[in-house]
């Protein structure tokens, strides 16, 4: 006998309970490429400005460049470049070091900026423009860049801040849409979409490095300019804002989403101004932008610094060095999506809270890598265990997507994207942070000893962060994300409603 699907009581309707609705589906696809397209148009330079700059300032060529994938994702010290012969009729810029590292280094200043208002802007007008417009805006400013080269550095660096300044906007605005569709136990899964961007970056530098090869530097940004472009056309005709506006999303995918969704907030409406003392004095609130800013800080130094740490400690050839530093790339990707798919399934099978499931978790991404860094320590000038203990950090860092990294949706949906965006200002101050101390450390000074001290910065910075949340996090959704509901407008409180239900059940019986 076939087994019959529970039915919502309420409207009547068959809830098919399933991982592969079309439209949340589809909506789980679109993040995870407009991720991998968002770093795609944020590295493109790092590689284009190898070919950019004349010949005579390097040398290395072209196709290391592009292996040194990990490096040349540093902003602040990425200048590269190369011997190969030029396509005809590429211009070249007689750039100096100091200039290159300002283009290089203008993207943040716009970047800063847009994290905390495009979170608030996404909670009051919708993500779906907010991120879609700004991948637009995004994509369009890339296809300008090599006219604004032409023109004038100065030209070129306004093309690189505004740059900075619409990507700014994409990473804290879609934690409100996660809100409108991803039900609360099949979130975790979904934050491992954002770490696609890891993805993103180690596609379009080696694909970028060919290009410009054959056709030159300019090529590069026509290239990620249009894929923007064409993920954008896809983006505005593919997701909507709720399950509600979507035209095409079945009755049963609906409800079942919007039934989901109702279960983890109190009958209220969305407060129409931001709560922002209750945000600012809330520890849990603080657990997560603190955690993050941590977590943020040891991924961008280890990241950033490692091709520097395996040329001058572990005197690895520039090819070895490329593909050895792009292994945390992949295990923190594939952590992510593994740690989220778990997370989820702990979470469903309630044999554990969702609190103690979000602090497993970042104990995990968070407080190991740490001590990790302190094995570094002891045994980070032996070539084979430090890249080993080099990407098992990373890829144990992967599992904050079942941790701390969609904490905010747990307590407040409603504002989950100006947490987040709170939590990432901070973090981009970490990256620039993390650049200048290793570079104070370790200036004229490539020896063990200073990097142990990295390290040890490292580990605190790891462990303090985790010890924050373990203590201060939690998953109950906060009093403050909902607002009062009608019948509490009309005098009537919440816990007066559900004492007048019986007794309206028995009038009517």
């Known amino acids: 006998m076939k087994k019959e699907e529970p039915a919502n009581v309420e409207t009547g309707l068959v809830i098919k309970q399933t991982r592969s609705m079309n439209c949340s589906r589809i909506l789980n696809l679109m993040v995870l490429f407009g991720f991998m397209v968002n770093y795609m148009l944020r590295v493109n330079f790092t590689i284009a400005i190898v070919d950019m700059v004349p010949n005579h300032k390097q040398n290395v060529s072209i196709e290391q460049a592009a292996n040194f994938s990990t490096s040349s994702l540093n902003e602040t010290n990425a200048t590269v470049s190369w011997t190969q012969s030029n396509p005809p009729g590429v211009v070249k810029f007689n750039w100096s070091e100091y200039e290159q590292n300002m283009i290089l280094g203008s993207f943040f200043w716009g970047y800063v900026l847009t994290e905390l208002p495009g979170g608030r802007l996404a909670e009051m007008i919708g993500a779906r423009p907010v991120f879609g417009y700004s991948m637009?805006?995004?994509?369009?400013?890339?296809?300008?860049?090599?006219?604004?080269?032409?023109?004038?550095i100065y030209c070129l660096m306004f093309c690189r801040v505004f740059l900075g300044f619409t990507l700014g906007v994409t990473w804290p605005a879609i934690l409100p849409l996660a809100a409108n569709?991803?039900?609360?136990?099949?979130?975790?899964?979904?934050?491992s979409n954002m770490m696609a961007s890891t993805l993103g970056a180690a596609i379009t530098l080696p694909i970028c490095g060919i290009l410009i090869s054959a056709w030159g530097w300019e090529s590069a940004f026509y290239m990620t300019g249009l894929v923007g472009l064409a993920w954008s056309i896809l983006w505005f005709n593919l997701v909507f804002e709720t399950p509600a506006d979507h035209p095409r999303i079945s009755e049963y995918e609906r409800h079942y989403i919007e039934t989901e969704i109702a279960k983890q907030s109190?009958?209220?409406?969305?407060?129409?101004k931001l709560p922002w003392i209750q945000i600012l004095t809330s520890f849990p609130v603080w657990a997560i932008v603190i955690t993050h800013g941590a977590s943020v800080f040891g991924y961008f130094t280890i990241v950033n610094?490692?091709?520097?740490?395996?040329?001058?400690?572990?005197?690895?050839?520039?090819?070895?060095?490329?593909?050895?530093?792009?292994?945390?790339?992949?295990?923190?990707y594939f952590m992510a999506l593994f740690a989220g798919i778990i997370a989820d399934r702990l979470l469903n099978s309630e044999k554990i809270s969702k609190t103690m499931t979000r602090k497993i978790f970042t104990f995990i991404g968070v407080f190991t890598p740490g001590i990790l860094m302190i094995l570094q320590v002891y045994f980070g000038n032996n070539q084979v265990w430090s890249v080993m203990i080099f990407t098992i950090a990373l890829t144990l860092n992967g599992a904050v997507t079942g941790g701390y990294l969609g904490n905010g949706l747990d307590i407040a949906p409603n504002f989950s994207g100006t947490i987040f965006g709170m939590a990432n200002t901070l973090s981009?101050?970490?990256?620039?942070?993390?650049?200048?101390?290793?570079?104070?450390?370790?200036?004229?000074?490539?020896?063990?000893?200073?990097?142990?001290?990295?390290?040890?910065?490292?580990?605190?910075?790891?462990?303090?962060?985790?010890i924050v949340f373990l203590i201060f996090g939690t998953a109950k959704t906060l009093s403050w994300n909902s607002g009062p509901s009608a019948d509490e407008h009309n005098g009537i409180s919440t816990?007066?409603?559900?004492?007048m239900k019986p007794l309206k059940n028995s009038t009517s019986s």
């Not at 109190?266 to 129409?272: I, R």
């Not at 091709?307 to 690895?316: A, D, E, N, R």
């Not at 040890?456 to 962060?465: K, S, V």
Request: charged share 15%; net charge positive.
């Open 136 to 152: 637009l805006l995004a994509s369009m400013v890339t296809l300008l860049t090599p006219m604004a080269a032409k023109i004038s």
């Open 181 to 191: 569709w991803i039900p609360p136990n099949e979130r975790s899964k979904f934050m």
């Open 266 to 272: 109190k009958p209220g409406t969305k407060p129409k």
């Open 305 to 332: 610094q490692l091709p520097t740490y395996m040329k001058y400690l572990l005197h690895y050839d520039i090819k070895s060095n490329g593909f050895l530093s792009s292994l945390p790339y992949l295990g923190k």
């Open 428 to 466: 981009s101050f970490g990256g620039s942070l993390s650049s200048y101390l290793v570079g104070k450390l370790t200036n004229n000074n490539q020896t063990f000893e200073q990097w142990c001290i990295v390290f040890w910065i490292l580990a605190g910075t790891y462990m303090c962060g985790a």
């Open 495 to 499: 816990n007066e409603l559900e004492a």
